[in-house]
């Protein structure tokens, strides 16, 4: 218990001190009354200063109806809070009654509903940002972003990318010139422009540039300032990695007196961890997602407690066949019925196995799936729905990337039903609590394997190494030429992957796989009907994914 006196001067410390706020008399007398059994007011106060301080930032003079206002939230969010779902972790040494009497657990940061920090955000929402090498770091493009951009947007494309790798490659120690205190100046590994090799004959060079054939049957790396043809016949590639026109690779050789550089060894930049890029640039806002609603260790603490939470991740749910229907419904019993439910299914296209599908039909199947999902009253009410198009699925953007969610006229039945259904762009993004989860639905390896300029060895184990790494090094998710898949130019940011995702959903037809490559979880589910109805499950807790299969 606390005397009137110390409560004043606790409210003295939390308001003026601490955040410059000025307390009627009224407002002392009604905390002092408030708190006056409170055994521990000093934290209760911070916590209706921080609720005052959230709601009323603008009003220094503190009134009495300001704080009931105040009081009343903080009541409200504990009976939200204290209303348990499938995510929300208890704890069996609280003491009901004292939850009741206490306003030290009023505050909704006293217990964390993980449901209520899971945001998808779409393609086309994302910050439009630009690396500045004169800054150093990244700003919002000036230029609005429009689906048929000009000309310049397309060279801005390729030297955006340039940019991103390049200062990407100057916080790597092995490219990082030395101090001035340092006399050694062949401790790193040196980039040379390209400009610089005229005259420069039979001398070895490290180069950084892009692929792309200039001319016919002739392969050239190109920086930002020039370019050079290149002999790959002697080359030594890395043992994973596919290298098509539009990649961005580092080669060492020499510059041939015919004017050629001779490549004896090309690979990909290396790539950037997300904890080195957020040393760089945690004030970056990359997602354009309003800031966290409590502090950022409490939220990763409680992201790892949770272990129960887990999302169930399917590609190639065509509705349009019965038996993916039948496999749907025993996924969804298996989960309903199991002590844990998933926090989210990640339901990826093509939605149709035929292209050519009857727009009502394909509006038939998704009302017929969202009275799949209302029988199973678990899952439709705790669990988020997030559905990703495939290129066989009805988009606004036609057959460029980003790719549009599904048109509303074809999901409205869903949306109105299932109160969790989130239709998302192609590729979109996740962000739960502190981890970023980017999700892809692509048939890349495929496209990769066919537009590739030197073919790399392949053993049974390297499509999972070849796609992985060629996508987090080259740091964008579709590293392939314009003209094989075509991007819109002011919207190929939302590709990039910088920084590195936590967890990276590829959903490709190829042999599903789960592995962690410089720090982020690579996933793809593989395809739901040609894999015996197999799908991955992604832990956010440890970052790691498991196949599921459904029994014979």
């Given at each position: 218990?606390?005397?009137?006196?110390?409560?004043?001067?606790?409210?003295?410390?939390?308001?003026?001190?601490?955040?410059?706020?000025?307390?009627?008399?009224?407002?002392?007398?009604?905390?002092?009354?408030?708190?006056?059994?409170?055994?521990?007011?000093?934290?209760?106060?911070?916590?209706?200063?921080?609720?005052?301080?959230?709601?009323?930032?603008?009003?220094?003079?503190?009134?009495?109806?300001?704080?009931?206002?105040?009081?009343?939230?903080?009541?409200?969010?504990?009976?939200?809070?204290?209303?348990?779902?499938?995510?929300?972790?208890?704890?069996?040494?609280?003491?009901?009654?004292?939850?009741?009497?206490?306003?030290?657990?009023?505050?909704?940061?006293?217990?964390?509903?993980?449901?209520?920090?899971?945001?998808?955000?779409?393609?086309?929402?994302?910050?439009?940002?630009?690396?500045?090498?004169?800054?150093?770091?990244?700003?919002?493009?000036?230029?609005?972003?429009?689906?048929?951009?000009?000309?310049?947007?397309?060279?801005?494309?390729?030297?955006?990318?340039?940019?991103?790798?390049?200062?990407?490659?100057?916080?790597?120690?092995?490219?990082?010139?030395?101090?001035?205190?340092?006399?050694?100046?062949?401790?790193?590994?040196?980039?040379?422009?390209?400009?610089?090799?005229?005259?420069?004959?039979?001398?070895?060079?490290?180069?950084?540039?892009?692929?792309?054939?200039?001319?016919?049957?002739?392969?050239?790396?190109?920086?930002?300032?020039?370019?050079?043809?290149?002999?790959?016949?002697?080359?030594?590639?890395?043992?994973?990695?596919?290298?098509?026109?539009?990649?961005?690779?580092?080669?060492?050789?020499?510059?041939?007196?015919?004017?050629?550089?001779?490549?004896?060894?090309?690979?990909?930049?290396?790539?950037?961890?997300?904890?080195?890029?957020?040393?760089?640039?945690?004030?970056?806002?990359?997602?354009?997602?309003?800031?966290?609603?409590?502090?950022?260790?409490?939220?990763?603490?409680?992201?790892?407690?949770?272990?129960?939470?887990?999302?169930?991740?399917?590609?190639?749910?065509?509705?349009?066949?019965?038996?993916?229907?039948?496999?749907?419904?025993?996924?969804?019993?298996?989960?309903?019925?199991?002590?844990?439910?998933?926090?989210?299914?990640?339901?990826?296209?093509?939605?149709?196995?035929?292209?050519?599908?009857?727009?009502?039909?394909?509006?038939?199947?998704?009302?017929?799936?969202?009275?799949?999902?209302?029988?199973?009253?678990?899952?439709?009410t705790h669990s988020y729905f997030v559905f990703v198009p495939g290129s066989k699925d009805p988009s606004m953007a036609g057959n460029s990337l980003p790719q549009t969610s599904i048109p509303d006229w074809f999901t409205?039945?869903?949306?109105?039903?299932?109160?969790?259904?989130?239709?998302?762009?192609?590729?979109?993004?996740?962000?739960?609590?502190?981890?970023?989860?980017?999700?892809?639905?692509?048939?890349?390896?495929?496209?990769?394997?066919?537009?590739?300029?030197?073919?790399?060895?392949?053993?049974?184990?390297?499509?999972?190494?070849?796609?992985?790494?060629?996508?987090?090094?080259?740091?964008?998710?579709?590293?392939?030429?314009?003209?094989?898949?075509?991007?819109?130019?002011?919207?190929?940011?939302?590709?990039?992957?910088?920084?590195?995702?936590?967890?990276?959903?590829?959903?490709?037809?190829?042999?599903?796989?789960?592995?962690?490559?410089?720090?982020?979880?690579?996933?793809?589910?593989?395809?739901?009907?040609?894999?015996?109805?197999?799908?991955?499950?992604?832990?956010?807790?440890?970052?790691?994914?498991?196949?599921?299969?459904?029994?014979?």
């Amino acid at each position: 218990m606390s005397t009137p006196q110390q409560i004043r001067r606790l409210t003295y410390i939390a308001f003026t001190k601490g955040h410059n706020f000025h307390l009627k008399t009224e407002a002392t007398n009604y905390l002092a009354e408030l708190l006056k059994n409170d055994t521990n007011a000093a934290d209760t106060i911070k916590k209706i200063a921080q609720g005052y301080l959230k709601q009323f930032q603008n009003e220094p003079i503190v009134s009495k109806d300001a704080l009931k206002i105040v009081v009343m939230n903080m009541q409200q969010k504990k009976a939200q809070v204290n209303e348990p779902t499938p995510f929300t972790r208890t704890n069996e040494e609280t003491d009901t009654q004292q939850l009741d009497n206490d306003l030290r657990i009023m505050s909704i940061d006293d217990r964390v509903d993980v449901t209520q920090h899971f945001d998808v955000v779409n393609a086309f929402d994302m910050p439009r940002l630009r690396y500045n090498p004169v800054r150093k770091t990244f700003t919002t493009c000036p230029d609005k972003a429009v689906l048929l951009g000009g000309a310049n947007e397309k060279a801005a494309l390729f030297r955006d990318r340039f940019d991103i790798i390049k200062q990407r490659l100057m916080h790597n120690e092995n490219f990082c010139p030395p101090s001035t205190h340092v006399s050694d100046n062949d401790s790193y590994l040196k980039i040379t422009p390209i400009k610089t090799l005229i005259g420069r004959d039979r001398e070895y060079f490290l180069l950084f540039g892009m692929l792309t054939q200039l001319e016919e049957g002739k392969v050239f790396l190109e920086d930002d300032d020039a370019h050079v043809e290149l002999d790959l016949s002697d080359c030594e590639l890395p043992k994973s990695g596919m290298f098509t026109d539009g990649t961005f690779v580092l080669a060492e050789g020499y510059y041939g007196d015919d004017h050629v550089f001779h490549a004896q060894e090309i690979s990909f930049p290396p790539a950037e961890s997300r904890a080195m890029a957020d040393t760089y640039y945690s004030g970056v806002d990359f997602l354009g997602i309003s800031k966290l609603k409590i502090e950022e260790d409490r939220l990763r603490a409680e992201e790892v407690a949770n272990t129960n939470v887990f999302f169930v991740i399917l590609s190639d749910v065509h509705l349009d066949e019965p038996r993916v229907m039948a496999g749907l419904r025993r996924v969804f019993e298996g989960y309903e019925n199991d002590t844990q439910i998933p926090l989210a299914f990640i339901l990826c296209g093509d939605f149709c196995k035929d292209s050519s599908i009857d727009p009502d039909v394909y509006k038939d199947n998704f009302s017929a799936l969202s009275d799949l999902i209302q029988e199973f009253r678990g899952i439709a009410t705790h669990s988020y729905f997030v559905f990703v198009p495939g290129s066989k699925d009805p988009s606004m953007a036609g057959n460029s990337l980003p790719q549009t969610s599904i048109p509303d006229w074809f999901t409205t039945r869903m949306r109105g039903r299932v109160r969790r259904a989130i239709f998302a762009s192609n590729p979109c993004r996740i962000r739960y609590c502190t981890q970023d989860i980017v999700i892809f639905r692509e048939n890349l390896f495929s496209r990769l394997w066919r537009n590739s300029l030197k073919f790399p060895q392949m053993t049974e184990e390297d499509p999972t190494n070849h796609i992985v790494r060629t996508v987090i090094d080259q740091g964008h998710l579709c590293p392939i030429p314009l003209s094989v898949r075509p991007i819109f130019w002011s919207f190929d940011h939302a590709l990039r992957l910088y920084p590195l995702p936590h967890a990276l959903i590829l959903a490709d037809q190829c042999e599903q796989f789960g592995t962690t490559y410089e720090g982020t979880h690579c996933i793809s589910p593989g395809s739901f009907p040609a894999s015996d109805f197999s799908w991955r499950t992604y832990y956010p807790a440890t970052r790691v994914s498991a196949k599921c299969t459904l029994p014979a």
